[in-house]
């Protein structure tokens, strides 16, 4: 898992397709099942596709339903880290260092780019989605259903 130096030297970036890409179901059968508390978010601010997930998280007042751990905004060569600073920390969920042992838990063969936002399932410690479209990696449909009633309507 390294940085993509041709991008950085041209100042040209292209995502990778999403690696992981499972959907957050209010199906309580389905693998991954709406459940309060049960889903966390990493991200990056210095990533503009996770600080919109980030924002569109806040924006449909998703705090409670979805914990978020911000990762520094500088990346080395070992990929987004979790350490203390202005805006960023470590990671009090799992402990993880790097993002990429989220990737390595999920899948230990895994040897591509590693990338925010990440859904995180606390239950199954597993990625759920990494996707850079903030309605997908916030399933905004079931996650919906954890708000209260009389806040729907204004959620939608």
Same mark, same amino acid.
Do not use: M
């Given at each position: 898992m390294e940085l993509d130096r041709k991008a950085i030297a041209t100042d040209e970036f292209k995502?990778?397709?999403?690696a992981f890409r499972s959907w957050v179901a209010a199906d309580n059968a389905a693998p991954f099942p709406l459940a309060q508390g049960r889903y966390h978010l990493y991200i990056s601010l210095a990533?503009?596709?996770?600080?919109?997930?980030?924002i569109?998280?806040?924006?449909?007042?998703?705090?409670q339903a979805i914990g978020v751990t911000v990762a520094d905004p500088i990346r080395?060569?070992?990929?987004?880290?979790?350490?203390?600073?202005?805006?960023?920390?470590?990671?009090?969920?799992?402990?993880?260092?790097f993002l990429s042992q989220a990737?390595?838990? &999920?899948?230990?063969?895994?040897s591509g780019r590693v990338s925010v936002p990440v859904l995180w399932d606390k239950h199954r410690y597993?990625? &759920?989605h990494d996707d850079i479209n903030p309605t997908r990696i916030v399933p905004l449909g079931?996650?919906?259903?954890?708000?209260?009633?009389h806040r729907r309507e204004h959620l939608t």
């Open positions: 995502h990778q397709a999403d990533c503009p596709w996770a600080s919109r997930t980030f569109v998280r806040k924006l449909k007042h998703l705090e080395d060569e070992r990929g987004w880290a979790f350490r203390d600073g202005p805006g960023f920390s470590r990671d009090p969920i799992n402990g993880f260092q990737y390595l838990a &999920t899948d230990a063969q895994y597993y990625i &759920t079931p996650i919906l259903e954890l708000q209260r009633p």
